[in-house]
């Protein structure tokens, strides 16, 4: 209950003070999960829905909305939008880091875009890394198995004086291939190279400077079709995928006295991508301005402005084109937010933030939070509502896809084309929460909520008139085009517990809920089509970690997600262990099984003209040294 979090209010609150779905991942949780990417580790979470397409592609999603292009989950790393204004999504291949660098992982449920702004729709992933001070030393680590064939990390904290700290490091790893539907190897391989450095530094007594950066690449393949929607005549093929980034970040943070706080953020963000025959891009600026002030003994205010700017786009390709192929976009932010003690056991936050984007002008994101922490009960009773936009993005605006082609007669085939909308509304939600945390004993804890979740102007492909264009073959093309001719009323609820069963060994389960009501407008039912992707309706999750002595540690993982019948992808039960052994007091040798229950298993299927792949039973061998 007196655990801290920054990501629901952009300042740091205590859990029993939060009026939110929120759950911590610490860094003994990643360090015992087994791990060895950010996808996997997300799977703790309950409500998180994480989907592996092949070797090198996940899809990532919170209460539902799960594709391959998830678009309703922002995801920060240190304050960084992880996501890429081409779709509004995120390229989880691009985010691997030294899982032994992160702090916590705060992930919140429900929509954030009160102080994080658009996108923040369904949850907020918020990735914070140690700073430089807490990793001072060596580490080298190696490993390798039956999946991820090979992993090396080296890294080095150092100082510069007494009040400066750095970091760097290099790692690099090759994933081999998954698993054809016959079982066969497939082709979608995967290497990367990645490396960065953190440095901070403390100014004066009130003042303190982070700045971090790094470089990636990675290189692998991917198995494609010739059509983004499946028919019987898809030809299948290998391509090459290969993608090269980086980001350089400054924070300057100025602590006030009575505990006000002034904050000033840049970064800057690139990648290159080849991917389905087209070369992708992004080049993206961002400042960020934070004032946390106090008035009186009753309020507590945030606020703060943004500006961004990206260029973003890709080359015209066989299949797929934006129209105009290059683009920059302004964003331009502010934020007001003030937590009121209305007693001393009731506290209520109010806030909105208004945006300006260059598809649909103003929006406001409202929330009202209530939390209701009796003193000296170890519980606390919460309420919120929000609304939230999921802006367009380059892809629904200008997008160009050939989705598939086929004969239809002796000279003639039907083409599916799709067109986007510069047109388009942006998608809304209106969220209403209740939830419940208590520390029911010293070994026992409980964190439970409920959601109502109310959205507007979802995107659709609806069709228009038929185009016949002679030739040899005669073609006819149905175009498709995007429009906000869609709505949904979901509700759920997750609940996690946390149960010290012994002085050595502790249980975590949790379980989420979702029902899902996704329907077209009556303008569009009789042949449109809707884009909401997977709904787990049922997820479950059930985590020990056991000492079995001072030096060697049993963690099992269990995990259930049910099938989806709409979009026909399958259920699955995943058991993960991991055992690990101190060797002295600088090395820890461990070794971990993933997917043990079955040779493999599908967790998603194909992505967009992706062809998915199976994920196969692993071994993995590991050894840490610090120095």
Request: aromatic share 10%.
């Amino acid at each position: 209950m007196n655990l801290k979090v920054t990501s629901v209010s952009k300042r740091e609150q205590s859990l029993a003070h939060t009026a939110a779905a929120v759950f911590v991942i610490g860094a003994e949780d990643i360090r015992r999960s087994g791990a060895i990417n950010l996808p996997d580790v997300l799977r703790m979470v309950p409500g998180v829905d994480v989907e592996q397409i092949d070797a090198n592609s996940w899809a990532i999603s919170i209460r539902g909305f799960n594709q391959g292009y998830s678009d309703k989950v922002l995801v920060l790393i240190d304050g960084r939008t992880a996501y890429t204004p081409v779709f509004s999504g995120v390229y989880w291949e691009h985010l691997d880091m030294p899982l032994e660098d992160i702090e916590r992982i705060e992930v919140t449920r429900g929509p954030g875009a009160m102080v994080w702004g658009a996108n923040a729709v369904n949850g907020v992933i918020d990735i914070i890394t140690k700073s430089s001070k807490n990793t001072q030393g060596g580490l080298v680590t190696a490993g390798g198995g039956s999946a991820t064939n090979g992993l090396g990390l080296l890294q080095y904290g150092g100082s510069g004086g007494q009040t400066e700290t750095y970091r760097a490091f290099a790692k690099g790893f090759y994933v081999g291939n998954g698993a054809q539907a016959d079982g066969s190897a497939a082709d979608d391989h995967w290497q990367r190279w990645h490396g960065g450095f953190r440095s901070d530094w403390d100014p004066s007594s009130r003042d303190s400077v982070a700045i971090e950066g790094d470089l990636f690449l990675n290189r692998g393949r991917q198995t494609a079709t010739s059509g983004f929607v499946s028919t019987p005549y898809d030809l299948s093929f290998n391509q090459p995928m290969e993608d090269t980034g980086g980001s350089l970040l400054a924070r300057w943070d100025h602590h006030l006295a009575g505990g006000s706080e002034t904050s000033l953020h840049a970064y800057y963000d690139t990648y290159r991508r080849t991917d389905f025959g087209t070369h992708q891009g992004l080049r993206s600026f961002d400042l960020d301005f934070q004032d946390h002030v106090t008035a009186g003994d009753r309020n507590d205010i945030v606020w703060g402005f943004g500006y961004r700017t990206s260029t973003a786009g890709l080359t015209p390709g066989i299949w797929v084109q934006l129209r105009p192929a290059w683009k920059t976009d302004q964003l331009f932010s502010g934020f007001l937010q003030d937590e009121v003690r209305v007693s001393g056991s009731l506290w209520l936050t109010l806030g909105c933030k208004l945006e300006h984007d260059a598809y649909t002008g103003f929006e406001p994101e409202p929330s009202l939070r209530l939390a209701w922490a009796p003193e000296g009960s170890r519980q606390t009773v919460w309420a919120a509502a929000s609304r939230a936009m999921r802006q367009p993005s380059r892809l629904d605006a200008s997008i160009w896809v050939n989705m598939a082609t086929m004969p239809i007669a002796p000279g003639m085939v039907e083409s599916l084309q799709l067109f986007g909308n510069p047109h388009l509304k942006a998608e809304e939600l209106r969220d209403y929460e209740l939830g419940y945390r208590r520390e029911i004993s010293p070994t026992l804890s409980l964190d439970a909520d409920v959601y109502y979740s109310v959205y507007h102007h979802l995107e659709a492909m609806i069709p228009e008139l038929p185009i016949v264009v002679p030739g040899n073959p005669v073609q006819t093309i149905v175009p498709f085009e995007f429009a906000n001719q869609s709505h949904a009323d979901n509700y759920g609820g997750e609940v996690s517990v946390n149960w010290k069963a012994a002085r050595r060994w502790r249980i975590s389960p949790g379980y989420a809920y979702l029902r899902d009501n996704v329907l077209l407008d009556p303008a569009a039912q009789q042949t449109g089509m809707t884009m909401a992707g997977t709904f787990r309706r049922n997820m479950l999750q059930v985590r020990s970690a056991l000492d079995l002595s001072r030096r060697t540690e049993f963690d099992q993982s269990l995990y259930y997600a049910a099938g989806d019948a709409s979009s026909g992808v399958p259920g699955h039960t995943r058991l993960d262990l991991r055992l690990s052994r101190k060797l002295g007091e600088s090395v820890v040798a461990s070794v971990a099984g993933q997917n043990l229950l079955r040779p493999r298993t599908w967790e998603y299927g194909n992505s967009y003209g992706i062809v998915g792949t199976q994920v196969e039973r692993s071994v993995y061998g590991q050894v840490t040294w610090r120095f």
